[in-house]
């Protein structure tokens, strides 16, 4: 059976909405990632640019509050940053809730460059420890 993955943060624009295209693409078939946020904005272009990088495609994804999810029963609830994870609302049952920082790639100041890079190695950051949490979890 599909597991299902809610990745929480706070805008929905740019660490959540990668973790679910991470998520999707790697585990197709085993895992079904969504992902919201506490107080959302709109998915952040460079987001998608460093995604479109290494072949996933969130470009029709959009930014959801968590309330669209009040209904829903989740394997796992993953907070990517200490805001979302301070807010996360109780979730019942067998609902692991787990909390995986991440710097926000968006607060970066500097050059476009300078500002891609921080977005490609939060990206890199996320793949690596979320491939890493869910490899051992989810059955081959």
């Known amino acids: 059976m599909k597991k299902k993955v809610l990745f929480l943060c706070t805008n929905n624009s740019c660490r ?11 585990f197709k078939g085993k895992i079904k990632a969504f992902s919201a946020g506490t107080n959302p904005t709109k998915v952040n272009p ?3 640019k460093v995604m479109q990088e290494i072949g996933i495609d969130i470009s029709k994804n ?38 995986i920082g991440f710097p926000d790639p ?15 190695k939060v990206r890199d ?3 690596s420890k979320l491939l890493d949490y869910f490899k051992n979890k989810i059955s081959k």
């Open 106 to 120: 968006a607060k970066t100041k500097g050059t476009e460059e300078e500002v891609l890079e921080k977005f490609r």
């Open 46 to 48: 460079r987001a998608i």
């Open 125 to 127: 950051d996320e793949k």
């Open 62 to 99: 959009r930014s959801k509050h968590l309330d669209e999810f009040k209904n829903e029963q989740f394997d796992y609830v993953i907070t990517l940053c200490d805001e979302a994870n301070e807010v996360c609302p109780v979730y019942f049952g067998n609902t692991k809730k787990v909390h």
């Open 16 to 26: 959540s909405q990668m973790a679910e295209g991470i998520i999707n693409h790697f």
